[in-house]
């Protein structure tokens, strides 16, 4: 088996990577691995609590793809066991839902289905942690706490917070990074991909590999990806997250939404464009950017055709304020209405679920965001306690893509 020479391999893989613990270790693996013609194993676990995968979970899988490319092994670990625990890294609380085994092993379908999309899955090979661990009696699993000290358990800035707060730590979670880090002593882990938070389960994991003898993994972190609000870290529960299996639109009209300081984080970790014609783009119109940029991922989880229907169907609906093909709509009782058939402006957004709130109501109507359609007269509402007389059939809209249209029932 041949590889690039490590300085070519390096220059790809070190690109999006936050961190590389320790650091110095990564070209001699490298070297060996070429000099030997053994691919290095690289290890990526995943807790499948939820059945999505969204773009923050594709950037280490994109690293794991890379190096697949390369000609290392990519291990892909199912954490079957691990899900049971839930993962404490980066919580300030303890994870209260528990999913069924049953649940678990849905979402691991899934979750691998959606993965193919990323990494070549005919290549790699995929474990469950419940193998090993299902397998494992009181007395081993003692044995293996045994070798970790409640000081390095609480060592964890997230563990270290907690305590601080007096928030509860229960002993299960515990047990999490000790599980996570025997995953890599069983599969004999050189690298393991993951994002900085899990800095010390990595670290955990050389520490017993060590002590049974075998050669120590690298770490290697890539940076949290940002979701579309520009803050949090990108999540479903959020509501901040653009899904790899979304419909093509749907990842259209939210990549549109991106604030512009997180487009250069967006191109550097989800697309392989050179890095000089990043700068480039990014020097240019955002809303170009930002179309060029939803093309490119689009294309990688669709196709170039999804994606160029998708970046017109936008550019016609929302770009040039033209009405969508699919508003949805809404029904309204005639009895919500007051004498004269009207609804007070901010209660009609709401009701129309065009937002959450009267608050949400107020700023939208603020910035001159809202206004409704009918007999092909547009008309803005410039109060939230604007009395709108309904009919069947009117078009509100509110924002660049929010939409409904009223049907009004007895």
């Known amino acids: 088996m041949s590889f690039l020479p490590v300085e070519d391999q390096l220059k790809i893989l070190r690109r999006g990577v936050e961190k590389i613990v320790p650091e110095e270790e990564l070209a001699q693996k490298l070297n060996k691995s070429r000099e030997s013609g053994i691919p290095l194993r690289v290890k990526y676990g995943i807790d499948p609590t939820a059945a999505d995968v969204h773009l923050g979970h594709s950037v280490p899988l994109r690293k794991m793809r890379q190096f697949q490319d390369l000609g290392h092994q990519a291990v892909i670990i199912i954490g079957n066991a691990t899900a049971m625990v839930g993962d404490p890294s980066g919580r300030d609380e303890a994870r209260t839902k528990k999913l069924s085994a049953e649940e678990v092993e849905a979402n691991a379908q899934y979750y691998l289905n959606q993965v193919g999309k ?17 397998e494992m009696g009181l007395a081993e699993i003692l044995n293996l706490c045994g070798k970790v000290t409640i000081a390095q358990l609480l060592s964890r800035d997230d563990f270290a917070k907690r305590m601080k707060a007096e928030v509860p730590i229960f002993l299960h979670e515990c047990l999490y990074p000790i599980m996570q880090a025997w995953d890599s002593v069983v599969i004999k882990s050189d690298i393991e991909l993951g994002g900085t938070e899990q800095l010390y389960s990595f670290m955990l994991a050389r520490d017993l590999q060590k002590d049974q003898e075998l050669n120590q993994q690298i770490g290697v972190m890539s940076p949290i990806l940002v979701g579309t609000d520009g803050t949090r870290r990108m999540g479903k529960s959020l509501g901040n997250y653009i899904g790899i299996s979304e419909d093509p639109y749907e990842m259209m009209k939210k990549f549109m939404q991106l604030p512009d300081a997180v487009m250069k984080a967006y191109y550097e970790l989800l697309t392989a464009i050179d890095l000089t014609e990043i700068d480039q783009i990014l020097a240019g119109h955002p809303k170009e950017a930002k179309v060029r940029l939803a093309k490119t991922v689009i294309t990688e989880y669709h196709d170039t055709e999804a994606a160029d229907t998708s970046a017109s169907r936008w550019q016609k609906e929302i770009g040039e304020g033209n009405l969508p093909s699919d508003i949805p709509e809404v029904a309204l009782s005639r009895s919500q209405l007051n004498e ?24 939208r109507i603020k910035g001159g965001a809202v206004f409704y359609l009918h007999d092909d007269q547009k008309t803005k509402i410039a109060d939230k306690a604007e009395w709108v007389q309904l009919v069947p059939g009117m078009i509100v809209r509110a924002g660049k893509k929010d939409w409904a249209k009223i049907n009004l029932i007895e």
């Open 118 to 134: 990323v990494i070549d899955l005919e290549k790699a090979e995929v474990h469950r942690n419940g193998d090993w661990f299902g």
């Open 340 to 363: 004269d058939g009207c609804l007070q402006a901010a209660q009609l957004l709401k009701e129309l679920k065009l937002v959450p709130s009267t608050s949400q109501a107020m700023q």
